[in-house]
């Protein structure tokens, strides 16, 4: 297995350096011997995974390494249709559960199960949510650089549709922190007034988001800490469901935790920014 392992560090440690590597740099760094690298090298040229430059005699990724990223990273939207999990949390919950993804520069329903109950929430499949006052949106922002969140915010407007939106990038980024931190975004009356929505990011093998998902709930219905951490708790199951059938592995934040009292109340998530989803 030691050839494999090399071969591995090998091919991370070129794609980490944009300028490529000469073999005295991979033995340097890697402590492999310069006899091993340069067969590991040989094989990985033959198969295209790395390439020599013919000037400066440096290996850079190949072909072949950049189809994988290609292919793995598809143009079609992986979870368009609704999926029997989303199909079972709108069930469980009575609730409206979307998916969303972001396409080019704008994030986008993609798959909807609407809520059996009245909703001040209109939302279609296609419609573009906004980038500052959606959880849909921030828990796929959350993903990105900073530089980059920031690039896409200061691209458009940032409308102030309530006084609970974040109407400028730094307010944004700030809460994407908090995004980051926990796992999940929350938003309370920031688009739609009356309207509560809890989104979790979807990731793929690689641990890139891919997409994200949304329950978007009457807030009225959602008074209760107890309701809240339930919606919460079931946002990032499904989430995790999803995430696991691409392929991604790895522990999802916990659900908030919910502190029973002997006068059956409880304590749940820390507050957002809130909003519409």
């Not at 972001?102 to 939302?123: A, D, M, N, T």
């Not at 920031?150 to 908090?178: K, M």
């Not at 309370?188 to 009356?194: A, F, P």
């Not at 989430?239 to 002997?262: D, K, M, N, W």
Request: glycine share 6%.
């Amino acid at each position: 297995m030691q050839p494999v392992v090399r071969a591995l560090e090998i091919l991370r440690a070129i794609a980490r350096h944009g300028d490529g590597m000469t073999i005295g740099d991979l033995h340097s760094m890697l402590d492999i011997p310069l006899g091993s690298a340069h067969r590991l090298l040989a094989v990985l040229t033959e198969q295209e995974f790395v390439t020599r430059s013919p000037i400066n005699r440096r290996y850079f990724l190949g072909p072949a390494a950049r189809q994988l990223t290609e292919q793995n990273n598809r143009r079609t939207s992986t979870l368009t249709a609704p999926h029997p999990a989303v199909v079972a949390a709108a069930a469980e919950s009575g609730e409206t559960v979307f998916l969303s993804e972001l396409v080019g520069s704008q994030v986008v329903c993609i798959s909807l199960i609407e809520s059996k109950h009245p909703l001040r929430l209109f939302v279609r499949i296609g419609q573009e949510m906004p980038l500052h006052a959606a959880a849909s949106a921030r828990a796929l922002l959350a993903d990105l650089d900073t530089s980059k969140a920031r690039a896409l915010l200061a691209d458009r407007p940032l409308t102030p549709f309530t006084p609970d939106t974040p109407a400028t990038p730094d307010a944004v980024i700030e809460h994407l922190a908090v995004v980051r931190a926990r796992g999940y975004d929350v938003c309370d009356d920031e688009l739609d007034r009356g309207v509560w929505a809890v989104a979790a990011p979807i990731r793929t093998s690689t641990g890139t988001t891919c997409a994200s998902l949304t329950l978007a709930a009457a807030a009225d219905r959602m008074r209760d800490p107890v309701a809240r951490a339930g919606a919460i708790h079931l946002v990032l199951t499904t989430a995790a469901r999803l995430s696991a059938e691409l392929g991604y592995i790895s522990r999802f934040p916990s659900s908030p935790s919910v502190t029973q009292r002997s006068a059956g109340q409880a304590t749940t998530e820390p507050t957002s920014l809130g909003g519409r989803p």
